[in-house]
């Protein structure tokens, strides 16, 4: 595959996309050891220090089935929370829709983004930002409660051998969806989700009410009890009540 590595770079999305549109081929990956403006979703920054995580994109051609950008979102979660499990973290866990959590703190941090035209999805970069190298005290104040690392989880990790473990896992997952179909995939996302069976709090802008997460359906978007109804919730925040 096609690897760009660069020291250091804005985005690593952004770094894609211009690859991508000159027509890179699908599975070519851009990792950077620092981002300067790493962008998370909801319009968030992503924050990535040098050599403390690892920081890369991964440029997607899906042809085979319309896959939107939601769907390869969920796609990517389980693979990432595999190969996490696989290296020391056993209680990694999903976040609807894409947060990667330890123990109630973020790892990991997924954006997925699409160029399509109304016929078929031309390309999709799928942004993956792990938390490895930082102590706890590192990360900024902001959400130093929120975030984790694996080091502040007391796990020594190789980036090298967990970047391949990714890779491998992404693989595997984007098969299954081939060769299985996708509701294979999301069985297997709300096998690996913290989030169903959960009193949540959504949050849409100002608004927000609390509910009872109960399930995703079959586009990924997570269906939330109310008590009078069921909402389907597209984007937006979820936060797991204690
Ligand atoms: C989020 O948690 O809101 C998503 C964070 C996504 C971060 C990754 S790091 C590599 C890629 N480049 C970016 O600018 N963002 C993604």
């Known amino acids: 595959r096609h690897i760009v590595y660069m020291e250091s770079t804005a985005s690593t999305n952004e770094v894609a996309k211009e690859l991508a549109r000159k027509g890179a081929e699908e599975g070519s990956i851009v990792v950077a050891e620092e981002q300067r403006s790493g ?80 016929e078929k999805i ?3 970069i799928m942004g993956i930002g792990i938390n490895t190298g930082m102590e706890r005290a590192d990360f900024p104040e902001a959400f130093r409660e929120g975030a984790t690392s694996f080091r502040a989880e007391g796990v020594h990790v190789s980036r090298k051998t967990l970047l391949a473990a990714v890779l491998s896992e992404l693989e595997k997952e984007y098969a299954v ?56 919730v597209i984007a937006g925040d979820v936060s797991i009540r204690p």
Do not use: H
Request: a positive charge.
């Open 177 to 232: 969806a081939e060769t299985e179909g996708f509701a294979r995939v999301l069985d297997n996302w709300r096998n690996l989700s913290c989030t169903l069976g959960q009193s949540v709090r959504v949050v849409l802008g100002t608004n927000s009410y609390t509910g009872k997460a109960v399930d995703i359906d079959k586009d990924g978007c997570l269906l939330v009890d109310t008590g009078n109804e069921v909402n389907r």
């Open 122 to 124: 031309d390309y999709i």
């Open 39 to 118: 962008r998370g979703r909801l319009q968030r920054g992503f924050y990535s220090p040098f050599a403390k995580g690892i920081w890369f994109s991964l440029i997607l051609r899906p042809d085979f089935f319309p896959m939107e950008a939601s769907k390869s979102t969920l796609l990517a979660a389980v693979g990432v929370c595999r190969a996490v499990r696989s290296l020391g973290l056993p209680n990694a866990a999903i976040k609807w829709p894409n947060d990667i959590m330890v123990n109630g703190r973020k790892l990991v941090g997924i954006l997925t983004e699409l160029s399509a035209s109304m």
